[in-house]
T-cell receptor, first 115, second 113 residues
Framework: DTGVSQDPRHKITKRGQNVTFRCDPISEHNRLYWYRQTLGQGPEFLTYFQNEAQLEKSRLLSDRFSAERPKGSFSTLEIQRTEQGDSAMYLC?????????????FGSGTRLTVV | GENVEQHPSTLSVQEGDSAVIKCTYSDSASNYFPWYKQELGKGPQLIIDIRSNVGEKKDQRIAVTLNKTAKHFSLHITETQPEDSAVYFCAASSYSSASKIIFGSGTRLSIRP
């Protein structure tokens, strides 16, 4: 297992188009998180899954955003009708559910540019 | 909800000197404080963490301290090297918030040769 994988690494799209990103977490990790990072800022929480259940969504996640983790393994994040403000790095992270907190393992992210 | 503030936003130190980054948090329920290092084009990488039942933790050249009463925590890097140049993020989370990690805004550390 080589860690958390994200695909694609870069995506350029025209405003109004739909885009979908994929995240493959570390295999034994049952929690998966999506974050968004804009230039010069720290990552901001978007949503998280425990196995296939989406348990929390941030108010940052507008109706144009949807995330799935259908079999409790990989996850997808779709943005519909992209806007220029959606340009950011989208980070995926995974961790084991545990009685105590553990740090996440992040992927390298998908950089989205909306033109 | 939790709010994490981080200072300074940029820091430049001479190679071999020490660097200190400071953070404060707002939620007294937070009990886990990780630090991440992010290099250009990569995702954040966990470098050290501390839990609320510990006041200090050290790993080679890096150390973290936690003052629960003041809600302050700090990262100390000694004998800095060029490869320490990166953006560093402090963060906080609590088990009650499903381990959702809230990040500070980051410190860009530059090591001068």
């Amino acid at each position: 297992d080589t860690g958390v994988s994200q695909d694609p690494r870069h995506k350029i799209t025209k405003r109004g188009q739909n885009v979908t990103f994929r995240c493959d977490p570390i295999s034994e990790h049952n929690r998966l998180y999506w974050y968004r990072q804009t230039l010069g800022q720290g990552p901001e929480f978007l949503t998280y899954f425990q196995n296939e259940a989406q348990l929390e969504k941030s108010r940052l996640l507008s109706d144009r955003f949807s995330a799935e983790r259908p079999k409790g393994s990989f996850s997808t994040l779709e943005i519909q009708r992209t806007e220029q403000g959606d340009s950011a790095m989208y980070l995926c992270a995974s961790t084991k559910e545990a009685a105590a907190n553990y740090g996440y393992t992040f992927g390298s992210g998908t950089r989205l540019t909306v033109v | 909800g939790e709010n994490v503030e981080q200072h300074p936003s940029t820091l430049s130190v001479q190679e071999g000197d020490s660097a200190v980054i400071k953070c404060t948090y707002s939620d007294s329920a937070s009990n886990y404080f990780p630090w991440y290092k992010q290099e250009l084009g990569k995702g954040p990488q966990l470098i050290i963490d501390i839990r609320s039942n510990v006041g200090e933790k050290k790993d080679q050249r890096i150390a973290v301290t936690l003052n629960k009463t003041a809600k302050h925590f700090s990262l100390h890097i000694t004998e800095t090297q060029p490869e320490d140049s990166a953006v560093y993020f402090c963060a906080a989370s609590s088990y009650s918030s499903a381990s959702k990690i809230i990040f500070g805004s980051g410190t860009r550390l530059s090591i001068r040769p």
